[in-house]
């Protein structure tokens, strides 16, 4: 681990995984630590292609630059989570509260399946948009293959059930724009806390504070090391590992110094798919602590109670 504190986010450096079978095991054991205790972690070295990455940045940027007219063409709606959504549009989707007051102005989409469905609701300014983010997506799903196999591999899972549980069939994306906040301006554009649905995300950070992770019952600052990914156990990984991930409530703050953008990855069940702890590790002594239900449930609960903390998660406890 690269530059560990105690109350820091863990640092893990993924060059290790294309070492020999020691370097693989000590990155390994690292990513399960870290699922198991804070639920987040940093990952360095994870070979996504910078250049690409810089350039999703300053194409969601450019749309966020758009005057409101050209954004509200893709803004959410009764039933439709996907577009642009802005605390101005509070209510709008139909969803109970699932904008809050306050909530930061943002853009969610799906990749993949990449499909006719799918491609609703990306913009068609900046021309390049969905290009750009098509070609991140693909990146980031390998990555998403390598970090998930890594942490069902140190479940005890065989190669077999490991290589059915990694392929990314399911992506969604969420793009959160802060603006720069200055200290006298009334408080405001927030990521509610809240714990992710999904199997994992891999979240771009721009190398600017303003994520907030609960560790212990206080919340706890991560600090992006330039150019890494922050990456965390969703619920639906913590339902299948049977509670030994830990998905973990967070939120994302403006910056007082400079603008934020994150793009935050959700790999995730397809929404037909059962959720529940794996077969393979449950016993006697390991009994199941969450029900089954299948995806699409889970996320229509998860809406109807906005972001707000782990209550989705909560919902399907049995222990
Ligand atoms: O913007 C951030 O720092 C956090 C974003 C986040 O948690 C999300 O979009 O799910
Ligand atoms: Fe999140």
Same mark, same amino acid.
């Given at each position: 681990m690269v530059n560990q504190m105690e109350d820091e986010v863990p640092v893990i450096d993924f060059a290790g995984l294309e070492g020999d079978q020691e370097q693989r095991k000590s990155v390994s054991r690292q990513v399960a630590e870290a699922c198991q205790t804070w639920g987040f972690f940093q990952i360095v070295n994870h070979g996504t292609n910078p250049e690409l990455m810089k350039r999703s940045k300053q194409v969601s940027k450019e749309f966020f630059y758009l005057p409101e007219q050209e954004k509200m063409k893709i803004k959410v709606g009764p039933g439709n989570i996907r577009g642009w959504n802005h605390s101005k549009l509070t209510g709008a989707t139909g969803d109970n509260e699932l904008v809050k007051p306050d909530t930061v102005e943002h853009i969610f989409l799906a990749q993949f399946p990449d499909d006719e469905e799918n491609a609703k609701?990306?913009?068609? /300014?900046?021309?390049?948009?969905?290009?750009?983010?098509?070609?991140?997506?693909?990146?980031?799903?390998?990555?998403?293959?390598?970090?998930?196999?890594?942490?069902?591999?140190?479940?005890?899972?065989?190669?077999?059930?490991?290589?059915?549980?990694?392929?990314?069939?399911?992506?969604?994306?969420?793009? /959160?724009?802060?603006?720069?906040?200055?200290?006298? !301006?009334?408080?405001?554009?927030?990521?509610?806390?809240?714990?992710?649905?999904?199997?994992?995300?891999?979240?771009?950070?721009?190398?600017?504070?303003?994520?907030?992770?609960?560790?212990?019952?206080?919340?706890?600052?991560?600090?992006?090391?330039?150019?890494?990914?922050?990456? /965390?156990?969703? !619920?639906?990984?913590?339902?299948?590992? /049977?509670?030994?991930?830990?998905?973990v409530e967070h939120r994302g703050m403006p910056n007082q110094t400079q603008e934020r953008l994150t793009i935050a990855s959700f790999s995730g069940p397809m929404l037909e798919d059962e959720v529940g702890p794996l077969d393979e590790i449950l016993s006697e002594r390991n009994p199941p602590r969450y029900r089954r239900d299948i995806f699409r449930n889970y996320i229509r609960s998860f809406h109807m109670r906005g972001l707000d903390g782990k209550n989705g998660l909560d919902a399907y406890k049995l222990l």
């Open positions: 609701g990306y913009p068609l /300014n900046p021309p390049s948009y969905r290009a750009t983010i098509l070609e991140y997506a693909g990146e980031i799903r390998t990555l998403h293959s390598k970090i998930l196999s890594v942490m069902w591999e140190m479940l005890g899972l065989s190669a077999e059930q490991v290589e059915k549980l990694i392929s990314v069939e399911h992506m969604t994306m969420r793009t /959160n724009f802060y603006p720069l906040r200055k200290e006298s !301006d009334p408080p405001g554009g927030v990521c509610h806390p809240h714990s992710d649905p999904g199997g994992i995300t891999i979240l771009l950070a721009d190398d600017v504070s303003g994520l907030q992770v609960k560790k212990d019952g206080r919340w706890v600052q991560v600090d992006p090391v330039p150019g890494a990914f922050i990456v /965390n156990v969703g !619920d639906s990984a913590e339902i299948m590992s /049977n509670g030994t991930y830990k998905s």
